[in-house]
């Protein structure tokens, strides 16, 4: 099993272009998560989808839309780019029944210049 | 929404020693506390996790503690090594959300 795969793993735009992060899951998960991750400020709930069909606002969802293609794919949309969108995006995956933790992929590095 | 808040912010021991990160959090409502250890450049990754029905939980080395009362819970690693140097990440869940402290810069010194 591969996990939590994320694509691309290293992107750099400039101010007000779009791009489309991939996220997919192999292992069955419901829920699926964006998170962001800045220096000093830990990880930031983007967007997340408690099931297939469902999508919810998290802490900074702010500039982004997402979509829940399958019930293993979720995508996040960066419609125009911002410099202050410059993070590392983390995409996770969990069974979202009782006590189940966060599978996190390998991250996307995004700059915006 | 939860607050979750984590101290240190960084942390030096000399290897063999103990070393313990803090965590506070706001609602009580949240019922699940995972904690994740994330080296340069990687994905954070679970380490151990507890229920809020239960007190302490151990896995070798690694302990954490829980008191809902006062609204906080610890890590615990004990006889540390050079390996267990990276970020320390504690989290709360409430809701299938998760929420994370701003987390801890462990350096075990040889």
């Known amino acids: 099993n591969a996990g939590v795969t994320q694509t691309p793993k290293f992107q750099v735009l400039k101010t007000g272009q779009s791009m489309t992060l991939q996220c997919a899951q192999d292992m069955n998960h419901n829920s699926m998560y964006w998170y962001r991750q800045d220096p000093g400020m830990g990880l930031r709930l983007i967007y997340y989808?408690?099931?297939?069909?469902?999508?919810d606002k998290g802490e900074v969802p702010n500039g982004y839309n997402v979509s829940r293609l399958n019930k293993r794919e979720f995508s996040l949309r960066l419609e125009s780019a911002a410099p202050s969108q410059t993070s590392v995006y983390f995409c996770?995956?969990?069974?979202?029944?009782?006590?189940?933790?966060?599978?996190f992929g390998n991250g996307t590095r995004l700059t915006v210049t | 929404g939860e607050n979750v808040e984590q101290h240190p912010s960084t942390l030096s021991v000399q290897e063999g020693d103990s070393a313990v990160i803090k965590c506070t959090y706001s609602d009580s409502a949240s019922n699940y506390f995972p904690w994740y250890k994330q080296e340069l450049g990687k994905r954070p990754q679970l380490i151990i996790d507890?229920?809020?029905?239960?007190g302490e939980k151990k896995d070798q080395r690694i302990a954490v503690t829980l008191n809902k009362t006062a609204k906080h819970f610890s890590l615990h690693i004990t006889e540390t090594q050079p390996e267990d140097s990276a970020v320390y990440f504690c989290?709360?869940?409430?809701?299938?959300?998760?929420?994370f402290g701003t987390g801890t810069s462990l350096t075990v010194i040889p």
């Open positions: 507890i229920r809020s029905n239960v």
């Open positions: 989290a709360a869940s409430i809701y299938h959300q998760f929420y």
């Open positions: 996770a995956s969990s069974e979202g029944q009782g006590y189940s933790p966060l599978h």
């Open positions: 989808s408690a099931s297939e069909g469902t999508t």
